[in-house]
């Protein structure tokens, strides 16, 4: 499948648009919101939203003139000329790893619909995707969030044990359990019309069909915060433990069919399709905060008269000057698998061995590359005067979340040699 490198005029500007963002709302910003976690990026916020909720809207109009489309039973958008059907996840990506190169953790707080719109486009039914995605557009900056971890339900997501049940006379959903570890939880439910996307099983029985998405809006009875992490990394951004004491959702919030499908059904097949939307951009994420630190440690070489002389055979290179090539050579490499994965998002085909490869290599890359740059910088790389030792600790999160590297590897083992989830596990 081919891959077209060139970035098209629009994105290009959008590109210098989010790298003013990034230089004047969040580097200035970095330290302080790493040691103060928990406080709101408010520069941040402020600037990022009149851009992202007018993206945000055309991106919607799209989606309305395919589901029209597709309601009128037209064929599906025509590709252009570099076989894609959209650049949208292109735009996406560029902008995330932008924003990751000026702070991951204040990246993390962007007023969007996050890990819980990539449900909502994945589950939704058309109805649900124009009404719940359309308050991310206008009025006042809206936090999305998605909640499936749990204490007894990480990597193995079908161990969930939140419930959800029915209420008739009531016609509502009441939910009952907690999720931990959720990203903007707490700003998604503080403010009004923000929502949570909360996985729950309807039917133990049923296993992984049983589970279901349920949109959780902000003010709902019984849904409470409790508690704020304090964390390794990242730490600008919100990750809350939320609480659901016989929460009442409304009946229509329950993300596509409440049928319980064992074939061909969405519940776990739908958590899985977020997961190949989003992987993508975990990775893009941990290229921007790996492309800081190799940008800044090759600052601080000049400035020490050490230039990277490409080109130069090996063996004339000098250990460090080999190091940073290295380092260069392996973010490349993980650029070229996100690009591909993304490309195969924007051109509408399938994409899950792609977005795991692309995960791990990109977080494990990050890894390599910040430690590195720590390692070279010597004692200044690990106090708190330079942001590398915060970038080696924000890094580590991309081997983390959205599946840990080991649960992406078995994917990306399972998809090339044939296995089932039994066979390999
Ligand atoms: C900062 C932060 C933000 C997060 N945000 C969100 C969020 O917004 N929403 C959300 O739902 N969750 C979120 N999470 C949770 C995250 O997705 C989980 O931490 C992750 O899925 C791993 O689960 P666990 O921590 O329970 O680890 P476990 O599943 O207990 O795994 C522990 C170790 O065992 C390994 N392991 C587990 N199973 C296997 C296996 N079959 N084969 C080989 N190795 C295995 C893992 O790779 C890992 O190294 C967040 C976590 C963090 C730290």
Not at 101 to 114: E, F, H, R, T, V
Request: glycine content about 8%.
């Amino acid at each position: 499948m081919p891959i077209e490198f060139e970035t098209p005029e629009n994105i290009e500007q959008q590109k210098q648009m989010i790298q003013w963002i990034a230089d004047s709302t969040m580097r200035p910003f970095s330290r302080e919101l790493d040691e103060n976690e928990h406080a709101r990026p408010t520069a941040f916020v402020d600037a990022l939203w009149p851009v992202l909720s007018g993206q945000q809207a055309s991106a919607l109009k799209k989606i309305e003139k395919q589901l029209e489309a597709e309601a009128n039973g037209e064929a599906p958008a025509e590709k252009k000329s570099n076989g894609r059907v959209s650049n949208h996840y292109l735009s996406t990506m560029l902008m995330v790893e932008i924003l990751s190169w000026g702070d991951a953790g204040i990246y993390l707080c962007l007023p969007s619909a996050a890990l819980g719109g990539s449900a909502i486009e994945a589950v939704g039914t058309p109805e649900q995707k124009l009404r719940l995605l359309k308050r991310f557009t206008e009025g006042d900056p809206v936090w999305g969030a998605m909640a499936m971890t749990e204490p007894n339900a990480g990597s193995d997501t079908s161990a969930i044990q939140t419930t959800a049940d029915f209420d008739e006379d009531a016609n509502e959903w009441i939910l009952n359990g907690e999720k931990i570890f959720c990203t903007s939880g707490g700003l998604a439910l503080d403010e009004s019309d923000g929502l949570v996307i909360v996985w729950a099983t309807v039917d133990r029985d049923a296993g992984r069909a049983g589970m279901k998405p349920f949109v959780v809006e902000a003010g709902s009875h019984g849904v409470k915060v409790v508690k704020e992490e304090i964390k390794h990394g990242i730490r600008a951004s919100n990750t809350v433990a939320i609480s659901f004491n016989d929460a009442r959702i409304p009946a229509d919030n329950i993300l596509g069919s409440p049928e319980v499908q064992t074939k061909g059904g969405r519940g776990f097949k739908g958590a899985m399709a977020t997961f190949d939307a989003s992987r993508p951009l975990v990775a893009a994420s941990a290229l921007g905060i790996a492309r800081a630190s190799v940008e800044f440690v090759k600052e601080k070489l000049a400035e020490e008269g050490i230039e990277i002389p490409y080109g130069t055979p090996y063996h004339k290179l000098t250990a460090v000057q080999r190091d940073v090539m290295e380092m260069e050579a392996d973010l490349k490499a993980a650029y070229l698998l996100t690009m591909r994965s993304i490309s195969l998002l924007d051109q509408k085909i399938s994409n899950p061995l792609e977005a795991s490869m692309a995960k791990v290599k990109a977080g494990k890359a990050t890894t390599r590359i910040t430690q590195k740059s720590v390692e070279i910088l010597g004692m200044m790389g690990y106090t708190r005067e330079w942001l590398v030792e915060k970038w080696m600790r924000d890094g580590r999160i991309n081997s983390i979340y959205e599946g840990t590297d080991q649960i992406n590897t078995l994917i990306v083992a399972r998809r090339i040699l044939g296995y089932t989830r039994r066979e390999l596990a």
